[in-house]
């Protein structure tokens, strides 16, 4: 089974920290994705990647960046965090289109 | 500009019975349809999909049904059972190379014994 390891499951941050969120997959899948979930909007894409050092902006790019130097490695950066950046964060990586993502447990960031 | 609706944010039904989940979409470009199931503290998980040249795909318990002149797509649980009880978040995607998802918000499903 293809493995989505976020670092870490809980954060907790200041308001203007540069936070990093890394994601590795063990699959040698090309397609990784960086989600937020809030409550009463589902999903929302922030960035994703289809290829080592290619980038992409999702639907809600702001704030944020990314780097992917290696194939299983997508990292996701808050350049500066804010308070509005509090959220479930979701990696997932994917091979072709008719198996879907695979999903890490998501890392649950808190900034104060 | 929500393209991917689900308008059910909850659903309660009893264990041995069906479950029925919904779906509308407005952009046409998507040709193939996916649904997620997720448990709290937990990522995503991957439960069916449906390509848009199909109108059904049944997996065990799960059937997804797609009317594409509607722009509908409902799930089908039969018959529920408690483990089932989750969120259920529907996705869309446009053809070619781009992999990319759009969500729904998500349809919290209660199975109660």
């Known amino acids: 089974d293809v493995k989505v390891t976020q670092s870490s499951r809980y954060l907790v941050k200041r308001t203007g920290e540069k936070v990093f969120l890394e994601c590795v997959q063990d699959m040698d899948h090309e397609n990784m994705f960086w989600y937020r979930q809030d409550p009463g909007l589902g999903l929302r894409l922030i960035y994703f990647?289809?290829?080592?050092?290619?980038?992409e902006k999702g639907d809600i790019p702001e704030g944020y960046s990314v780097s992917r130097e290696k194939k299983e490695r997508f990292s996701l950066i808050l350049e500066s965090a804010s308070t509005n950046q509090t959220s479930m964060y979701l990696c997932?990586?994917?091979?072709?289109?008719?198996?879907?993502?695979?999903f890490g447990s998501g890392t649950r960031l808190t900034v104060v | 500009d929500q393209q991917v609706k689900q308008n059910s944010p909850s659903l309660s039904v009893q264990e041995g019975r069906i479950s029925i989940l919904n779906c509308d979409y407005t952009n046409s470009m998507f040709d193939y349809f996916l649904w997620y199931k997720k448990y709290p503290a937990e990522g995503p998980t991957f439960l069916i999909s449906?390509?848009?040249?199909?109108d059904k795909n049944e997996d065990g318990r799960f059937t997804v049904f797609l009317n594409k002149s509607a722009k509908h797509l409902s799930l089908h649980i039969v018959p529920s059972q408690p483990g089932d009880s989750a969120v259920y978040f529907c996705a869309a995607s446009v053809g070619g190379s781009n992999y990319k998802l759009t969500f729904g918000k998500g349809t919290l499903l209660t199975v109660n014994p």
């Open positions: 990647s289809y290829d080592v050092k290619m980038k």
């Open positions: 449906i390509s848009s040249i199909k």
């Open positions: 997932a990586s994917s091979l072709a289109r008719n198996a879907g993502y695979t």
